[in-house]
């Protein structure tokens, strides 16, 4: 889950890491007000979405006095990002910045642990330099049963920093910053730039925090600063159903138990030139309730023209899958045509259910799907 | 022979009196593993499915001697019971659960690994040496004792592999599913290893899917150090970028983890990528 730069600052704040002073503004007028509040004639407006590129594309502007500031904030709201519509934006002081630094903490598949990435080349794009240029990116692995001690985050700032009392400074910092990732279930926790500014203060103006979502359920504080777009609102819903759901727009909707085989099934029909509506997996145990909803779900979608539904008996057990496909198309009256595969645990008692109904049955993956691609070829509208 | 389990494995279940570790407890004995005994505190002198319940897992192990544990307690506990079979001396542990928090694995790894145990999973449905013992959720009616390793990230489509290589005669040596979380125990690298020193495997089918880097890592490795015949599959190749497929793993993040860089890592070094389940036990056999 995603939160804006200004909700990852008052986290910074709460955990004593150094941000500029800066006010989350949603009109004009607050932003006059707010400028009016903030100790510096030259103020940065930055547009809140939950997105990158915001300043290649006109979402961050500098105002040096009140009519520049008036402009960019009603030029920023209300201004399209990546298909994300600003409704907020940062009014910050400006820094004098003498140099920019990278640093992040993010969980690294390899070493199973979190770690700790610094860089010189601060307010870049970073994966643009790790792929370029990767020997200018230092790499940390935190053992979690010990944390950052003072000698690790010395060591990675001083990749970053000569003066020793610059340091100081940024080790502090470092070690902040991971407190934070750990005690927030973080999944990322990026500084780009940290700042050294022409004051010699170390700053961190701008902020990133991702949160792992298996870990929301005990950070409802964070959890609450969810702002789904429509599509993730599809999504979330399909969640609290128990299933997982990701809209991709074409023909034939999907419904299989299990992530991996959602996928191959995805893969199958574009592989037999079909196109699929949506990745759809209904989960291990899968009740009649669930199958209903599920295809609830598929017709609500109004491109599909053929179900597909999957099914690979193992703790889902292919009578239940049955019995609520039955107990759906008693509720749901639609012409949409239904091709199901059923093996596994109860497969026989399964199929016997269906067999006086207008589904079309087939034993394998690659029947199944063959017969829903031609059946969305007939249903071309 | 077959790789970390077989008729010798002594196993108990944590979460035994819970909905899935009962019914898992009976399937499994079912198929002749030894489940010798289970854990929920505050529970013992109950039997499930006439398998003894400790409060502990230390009790369980002093009173039974096992030495493999399989977990179905829920997400947030899942943490504590991993680092408890760990600590009371279990060496091969495999969770079951799903959506366990990733910095809660980071550290129940870390631990596991100081103990010298291995973990399995989280997220995964354990592993099964066909004719010897099934530790974890796999249906055992389409597996087939045989001499093909299988390694996977997934369980449904695991079973959907199997059950090509079982229609095609090709029966299995052991079938493990890592798990499809970002932070898993065993992986890859770890198995492929396994498998090329069992004298009792002669092939090996590895299942990847989008997500993380493992697969192109697998492929390094075996082009450096596997001499047995492997064959690939990789899920997710209509997955959007930035979209997470079910699996909290499967997630294309800024243009890396995709299915086709996976399929030309395998290619490159001479492992051939099947394009549906169908193909790999044709693969298969035209490798031996």
Do not use: W
């Amino acid at each position: 889950m995603k939160i804006h730069e200004y909700q990852a600052k008052e986290m910074f704040s709460t955990y004593g890491i150094p941000v500029e002073q800066s006010i989350v503004c949603r009109s004009v007028e607050d932003a006059v007000k707010a400028y009016s509040r903030i100790d510096s004639q030259k103020v940065i407006v930055k547009a809140q979405v939950h997105t990158g590129g915001r300043g290649k594309a006109g979402g961050v502007k500098l105002a040096n006095d009140e009519i520049e500031l008036r402009r960019h904030a009603a030029a920023i709201l209300g201004m399209d990002i990546k298909g994300f519509r600003v409704d907020r934006i940062l009014v910050g002081q400006a820094v004098n910045i003498a140099k920019e630094y990278y640093v992040s903490y993010v969980i690294d598949r390899r070493s199973k642990s979190a770690i700790l990435m610094l860089s010189k080349e601060g307010g870049m794009d970073i994966e643009q330099v790790a792929k370029e240029t990767p020997e200018k990116i230092h790499k940390f692995a935190i053992d979690p049963l010990v944390g950052v001690p003072d000698y690790l985050a010395r060591e990675a700032a001083f990749k970053l920093f000569d003066d020793v009392n610059q340091v100081r400074k940024a080790a502090v910092i470092i070690q902040k910053l991971y407190k934070l990732f750990v005690e927030t279930d973080a999944s990322l926790a990026e500084i780009n730039p940290l700042v050294l500014t022409q004051e010699e203060e170390i700053i961190a103006i701008d902020a990133k925090m991702t949160f792992d979502d298996n870990a929301l359920f005990r950070h409802p504080k964070i959890a609450a600063l969810n702002e789904p777009t429509e599509e993730e609102k599809k999504e979330l819903f399909a969640k609290s159903k128990g299933f997982s759901y990701v809209h991709l727009g074409g023909e034939i909707g999907c419904m299989v138990n299990g992530a991996g085989l959602a996928m191959a099934t995805m893969d199958i029909i574009k592989l037999y030139g079909g196109n699929p509506a949506n990745f759809l997996d209904i989960g291990g145990s899968s009740s009649p309730t669930k199958v209903i909803e599920a295809m609830k779900l598929l017709l609500s979608d109004k491109n599909v023209r053929v179900v597909l539904i999957n099914i690979f008996g193992g703790i889902t057990r292919c009578d239940d899958v049955a019995k609520g496909l039955l107990e759906a198309f008693d509720q749901i009256k639609s012409d949409v045509p239904v091709v199901i595969r059923l093996t596994g645990t109860n497969e026989k008692e399964g199929r016997a259910l269906l067999k006086d109904t207008d589904l079309h049955v087939a034993k394998t993956m690659s029947k199944a799907t063959r017969i829903a691609v031609e059946l969305a070829e007939q249903h071309q509208i | 022979m077959s790789i970390l389990i077989d008729k010798s494995t002594k196993l108990i279940v944590q979460g035994i009196t819970g909905r899935d570790g009962g019914f898992h407890t009976s399937k499994m004995k079912e198929y002749g593993t030894n489940v010798v005994g289970g854990t929920s505190p505050g529970k013992a002198g109950e039997f499930v499915d006439d398998v003894p319940v400790f409060n502990t897992v230390r009790d369980a192990v002093n009173k039974t001697g096992a030495d493999t544990s399989v977990i179905f307690v829920p997400a947030p506990f899942a943490k504590d019971a991993m680092m408890e079979a760990a600590d009371s001396g279990i060496k091969l542990i495999v969770c079951i659960t799903e959506g366990v928090p990733t910095l809660d694995v980071v550290e129940a790894h870390s631990f596991i690994k100081s103990k010298g145990a291995s973990l399995i999973g989280p997220n995964c449905p354990g592993l099964m040496s066909p004719g010897k013992s099934l530790v974890g959720i796999m249906p055992s009616m389409v597996f087939m004792e045989g001499r093909t390793g299988v390694i996977s990230r997934s369980g449904t489509l695991t079973y959907e592999v199997v059950y090509n290589l079982t229609e095609n005669g090709i029966g299995q040596s052991t079938a493990i599913g890592v798990g499809g979380d970002p932070v898993v125990g065993l992986y890859y690298i770890e198995l492929l290893k396994m498998f090329e020193n069992d004298p009792e495997t002669d092939s090996i089918v590895l299942i990847g899917e989008i997500g993380g880097d493992a697969e192109e890592q697998a492929a390094e490795y075996i082009k450096n150090h596997i001499t047995k015949p492997v064959v690939a599959f990789i899920a997710g190749q209509q997955a959007p970028p930035g979209k997470q497929m079910g699996h909290a793993g499967a997630i294309i993040s800024s243009g890396s983890g995709t299915a086709a860089e996976k399929i030309a890592a395998f290619e490159a070094v001479g492992v051939p990528v099947a394009k549906e389940p169908k193909e790999i036990p044709q693969l298969l056999l035209s490798r031996k």
